[in-house]
């Protein structure tokens, strides 16, 4: 996968993958998620990315969510524990109409209260629904239970009530203070040269003041094994599992990731879906999750299941996890879950999207992106030794916490 890097006079850092396809992406991957907030700005970063289509110094809402709806391309962003994307997918010759656009709202929105206040009611809304889906909202709770205390424990959305504290003086100085040059990377894949792009980026955004930013992202270290079982307005029981793992820059993390795909990743023949649902229908919702951040990271398996298929779905896990610690995996059993990986990394990149989001966080990341074939090397020099030594640290009962809601009686 060939790809250029190259980084404008003000800091900006860029990466850019030309493909030969009528649809092109481009963004900012910004470095500031919702554990950049202070105390009192719980939800701001969320509120930000909903507020920055809402009015700049030259462009009202409609003129923002017009622009490139009206070419038949789509605008959008969201908001994760540690960065922020404001990205765009359009037809190629637009290019310098989505960078113009990108441009615009990241770097020069003004937040106007009337749209400010329809925001809050929207995202209030949204924090609804979630409190209104236990299988979505026990993935929240539990990661505020591993991260107790903590700002990577906080709901990305705030509350509702934290939402009402915040207005255009914390919107402008959290854009201020971290949407700066050196703080972000404009991630490309599109059917355009590199030098063309170049020439729109010098165009529009080397007038962008160069801003320098010093993280102070406070380390999470103190992790305490907990089990808390809650009882809800639910109609099923629903699981939560998990530990801490591993941070992105461990030299673990790829085979956390292929550990993690073995049990019970987005594959049919992951061993939590073909050992419990399909043998014995215990559940339709079961899976396992690896997220990693800068400085640690959560393995997490969820379960929905009737209550009283709870108890014995919960011990078929345990002895899957059990299998993992003891039974180091055969030659064949190996290139097999190494193959399947790879299989899964490479479709993922025939997204554009996913793959223009994939090159930018890397690059802000790493301030380096490898290749497939880096890649695939470093999975297949993967041992089964290694994976069984990851196992018994991160999936030892000992370690394990445990969040479950059950039906009021």
Do not use: W
């Amino acid at each position: 996968m060939e790809f250029d890097i190259f980084t404008l006079k003000n800091g900006v850092r860029v990466i850019h993958k030309e493909i030969n396809s009528p649809a092109s992406h481009c963004g900012f991957i910004i470095n500031a998620g919702s554990r950049d907030e202070e105390d009192s700005e719980h939800g701001l970063a969320h509120f930000l990315e909903h507020c920055i289509f809402k009015g700049t110094q030259k462009r009202k809402a409609f003129h923002i969510l017009n622009r490139i709806d009206a070419v038949g391309g789509e605008l959008n962003a969201y908001t994760s524990k540690e960065d922020t994307v404001i990205y765009a997918s359009f037809l190629a010759h637009h290019y310098e109409r989505a960078i113009e656009l990108l441009t615009d709202i990241t770097f020069r929105s003004t937040f106007p209260e009337k749209e400010i206040q329809k925001e809050r009611e929207i995202i209030s809304d949204e924090i609804s629904s979630y409190l209104d889906s236990p299988a979505d909202q026990i993935f929240d709770d539990f990661e505020d239970q591993i991260f107790t205390n903590h700002r990577l424990g906080r709901p990305i959305l705030g509350t509702t009530e934290s939402l009402y504290e915040l207005g255009e003086p914390e919107l402008t100085r959290f854009l201020h203070k971290h949407y700066v040059t050196e703080n972000l990377v404009f991630s490309s894949a599109g059917n355009i040269s590199t030098t063309k792009l170049k020439s729109l980026l010098e165009k529009h955004l080397e007038e962008i003041p160069s801003g320098s930013y010093q993280s102070k992202r406070k380390p999470f270290d103190h992790y305490h094994l907990e089990q808390r079982i809650q009882q809800k307005e639910v109609y099923q029981a629903h699981l939560m599992l998990g530990n801490t793992a591993y941070s992105y820059p461990d030299s673990r993390r790829r085979s956390m990731v292929l550990l993690n795909n073995i049990l019970g990743g987005p594959a049919m023949n992951s061993r939590l879906n073909l050992n419990i649902s399909e043998k014995y229908g215990f559940a339709y919702n079961l899976e396992s999750n690896y997220s990693s951040y800068s400085d640690t990271g959560i393995v997490s398996i969820y379960l929905g299941t009737d209550s009283k298929s709870l108890s014995r779905a919960t011990e078929l896990i345990y002895k899957e996890l059990e299998k993992l610690r003891t039974n180091k995996l055969g030659v064949r059993q190996l290139s097999s879950a190494k193959e399947q990986l790879k299989g899964q990394i490479a479709l993922s990149q025939e997204s554009g999207s996913s793959l223009m989001m994939a090159l930018g966080k890397s690059l802000l990341s790493f301030n380096q992106v490898d290749d497939l074939e880096t890649i695939y090397r470093d999975i297949d020099q993967i041992t089964a030794g290694e994976l069984l030594e990851i196992a018994n640290e991160i999936f030892d009962p000992a370690q394990l916490s445990s969040l479950t809601f059950l039906p009021r009686k």
